[in-house]
């Protein structure tokens, strides 16, 4: 009964992890090479700048303000829904999931110093990310995983060779 059970665990929520885990090490990371690039605009090398100096809870305030600043997009695909625009609906919080995303990922790169000054938060994020890694290593001892990224590994190759061959001629 316990090996059904855990094999029925798996197959429920390995899929749910690999998702997360996917837009994690993907998105987040081309989301920050953009954010990076983004941030070299002056005025917003000035804002990040202030933005660092904040003192804790004011930086916390920052922190969070892009969740409610993603309402209004939230809204607006409600609003499409209701108006049988359904791919309207899914690009507009798709989109603003992306955005927010990033925003989220770029405050957090420049206010965690400050964040990490409040002990509470950091007990959170101590906790958060030890949970997170423990979930990442089972997942990654999964064989479906790894034959998953050994497939993709594979793939990469081929379209790396493939642009080569394409870009020497």
């Known amino acids: ?88 609906a899914a690009v507009s919080i798709g989109l603003g999931k992306v955005v927010a995303t990033a925003l989220v990922a770029r405050l957090y790169k420049v206010l965690r110093p400050t964040l990490l000054r409040l002990s509470w938060y950091l007990r959170a994020e101590t906790w958060l990310f030890t949970w997170r890694d423990r979930l990442y290593g089972f997942v990654r001892a999964l064989p479906v995983w790894q034959k998953t990224k050994a497939m993709v590994l594979r793939l990469r190759r081929w379209l790396s060779g493939l642009m080569a061959g394409l870009l020497a001629r």
């Open 1 to 88: 009964m316990k090996r059904h059970l855990k094999r029925a665990l798996e197959l429920l929520f390995v899929p749910i992890a690999a998702a997360i885990m996917f837009i994690e090490e993907v998105l987040l990371r081309y989301l920050g090479l953009a954010m990076a690039a983004f941030s070299r605009l002056p005025w917003i090398a000035r804002l990040e700048a202030w933005l660092a100096r904040l003192p804790p809870y004011a930086a916390l305030v920052a922190f969070v303000a892009p969740s409610i600043l993603i309402l209004p997009v939230k809204f607006a695909a409600f609003w499409f829904a209701l108006h049988g625009k359904f791919i309207l």
